[in-house]
């Protein structure tokens, strides 16, 4: 693999991220680490007076949090030591606790910290697109310049100029929110915030919308202590035993505690049908654990979110995985193509496709069938001994934010971006990764770079002879997945001898498509012809080759 050139020492006028030959650099693949945590879920079943309780510890709760975040934010990019998060946790406990406080100001930096990568990711954005409006502004309507083409019209031409124009004021106030640091934030979620303008097109009454509103905006979050009882004082749930529901109580902020009591109990019990063991022995041995309350207003229920992080995880080594072969698998929009291969990079077995049909369908359905997917992908990857399964690094950063303005608004540019957008990119590879390390199996990332391209050019016909079945160019491009991510060459060396005997006089023979290509129109590349040999030394005179192309036209003596 090509040694990757320093921006300082590439040659003037060559981009530094490509080779001499044009080609962009391969980044180097890589074993993802596996979940650092895990999270499971279980139903409260409250009582009509204990949900009017959580209910109101929430919303007290919640407008302390807000609070809190308004007045992180007003301090803007600060060095950790002037964060004054002692003094807001000092102010927060008189009208909470000491543990709600912590919970609140540790809470607040999460969320200032992640507004302030959405806003560099904002920028980042904003640039891209700004710079490809510009390209194709400075062409004139209809012409292409290089690898710039021109609008279709003076029209669209014109209508071009005034979106740039406005993404420039939205780079500038991004930018200016940037230097500053102090994003945007909307604590309930901005969606939904929006949707309050058009509330029958989303199908919801004022009263609906109301009630989503104020329970995206309750705070019943607690991080754990480890060493306390449960794992939590804030938020504590008791196990009765392995599998056994225990009582779950959550601390009574100081001024409610006249009208609800020092701690709110809930009445009936709680257990944890998922990961029920593991939970049991953290509890048991008083380790940290995060709880989260929550409550859904369309479906009226409360729910108990509980979580905690491993330790440090040990990761194998990519040559340690690559010993036991891999499956390489495509993402498209509607279906998985995977093929096994084994350590030398050779295909074994037959190429499978997945269905993966999520248009149209609602979150939950979209992520149920995404899992049934991945279980099939994790099935082959078992029953076929792979220690790894080989995904692309996607996440189509540049047709995101780019897309619109390089491919304009015609039925071209939306298919295009509607099939970008049905690609679940991020939520595969974050279900593959957890579902995989639950069956210790590991996923190895590799860059995208030329894998359907190159795939399609050298392994579809040969995968297609193998297995004797249907087999597409998504296919070829799993096979060119899983040979990256080996360390193998995706590229077939083309037929011919492979001593270089001959190759010095011409061009080696062709490959079989590309040979009868040459042999129908007359063009093919013609195998050099024998030429004489020196003869011994001194004599001056040169030998007729030993060749059948070479020998003499005159009949043979007898």
């Known amino acids: 693999m090509d ?25 180097v693949p890589f074993v993802v680490a596996p979940p650092a945590g895990v999270r499971i879920r279980t139903r409260l079943r409250p009582t009509d007076t204990e949900a009017a309780a959580l209910t109101t510890i929430g919303e007290h709760l919640g407008h ?69 409006l510009h390209r ?36 500038e106030a991004a930018q200016t929110a940037l230097a500053a640091g102090r994003p945007s934030i909307s604590v309930g979620g901005r969606r939904l915030w929006k949707t309050r303008n058009h509330l029958g097109e989303a199908g919801l009454t004022r009263v609906q919308w109301e009630e989503r509103w104020a329970a995206s905006r309750m705070f019943l979050t607690a991080d754990g202590e480890s060493g306390s009882i449960g794992g939590n004082q804030t938020i504590r749930l008791t196990a009765a035993g392995t599998g056994l529901p225990g009582k779950l109580s959550v601390k009574v902020p100081t001024p409610l505690v006249p009208a609800l009591g020092d701690r709110l109990v809930l009445s009936v019990p709680v257990a944890f049908a998922h990961r029920g063991e593991e939970w049991t022995d953290r509890v048991a041995s008083r380790r940290c654990i995060r709880y989260d309350i929550g409550f859904d207003p369309e479906k009226g229920r409360w729910y108990l979110d509980a979580s905690w992080s491993y330790g440090d995880l040990q990761v194998l080594p990519l040559e340690a995985l690559q010993s036991s072969g891999v499956v390489g698998v495509d993402l498209n929009a509607d279906h998985l193509a995977a093929c096994r291969l084994d350590a030398s990079g050779n295909p074994v077995g037959q190429p499978i496709t997945i269905p993966l049909e999520l248009a149209g369908l609602n979150a939950g359905a979209r992520d149920g069938r995404l899992r049934s997917a991945i ?45 970008v957008h049905g690609i679940p990119t991020g939520k595969f590879r974050d279900r593959l990764v957890g579902m995989a390390a639950n069956r210790g199996i590991h996923v190895i990332a590799v860059d995208p770079a030329y894998t359907s391209k190159w795939g ?53 023979s062709p490959r079989p498509n590309q040979a009868s290509k040459g042999a129908a129109t007359g063009t093919g590349p013609v195998r050099p012809a024998a030429t004489s040999r020196p003869g011994p030394p001194g004599t001056g005179r040169r030998q007729a080759p030993k060749t059948v192309r070479g020998a003499s036209a005159s009949p043979r003596r007898t």
């Open 375 to 419: 279980t099939t992908l994790l099935d082959l990857a078992r029953d076929t001994g792979a220690a790894a399964i080989a995904i692309e690094n996607l996440d189509f950063e540049d047709s995101r934010s780019t897309g619109r303005e390089t491919m304009g608004r015609g039925a071209r540019g939306k298919r295009f971006r509607r099939t």
């Open 136 to 171: 194709r502004i400075a062409v004139p309507a209809g012409p292409k310049d290089g690898k710039n083409r021109g609008y279709r019209s003076e029209s669209e031409r014109f209508q071009k100029t005034r979106r740039l124009s406005q993404l420039q004021e939205r780079l």
């Open 64 to 132: 302390l949090y807000r609070t809190d975040l308004a007045g992180r934010v007003a301090l803007g990019r600060v060095p950790a030591a002037q964060r004054a998060r002692t003094e807001r946790k000092r102010n927060l406990t008189a009208v909470s606790s000491s543990r709600w406080a912590g919970a609140i100001t540790r809470a607040a930096e999460d969320q200032y910290q992640l507004g302030m990568r959405a806003l560099v990711a904002e920028v980042s954005h904003l640039r891209a697109a700004t710079a490809a």
């Open 3 to 27: 040694t990757p050139i320093q921006p300082s020492e590439a040659p003037a006028g060559r981009d530094p991220a490509r080779n001499a030959g044009g080609l962009r650099r391969i980044v």
């Open 456 to 508: 399609g050019q050298h392994w579809h016909k040969p995968l297609q002879a193998a297995s004797g079945g249907t087999v597409t160019r998504h296919h070829a491009a799993s096979v060119a997945i899983g040979r990256r991510a080996l360390g193998c060459r995706i590229r077939r060396r083309e037929d011919g001898p492979r001593t270089r005997q001959w190759t010095g006089a011409g061009k080696p």
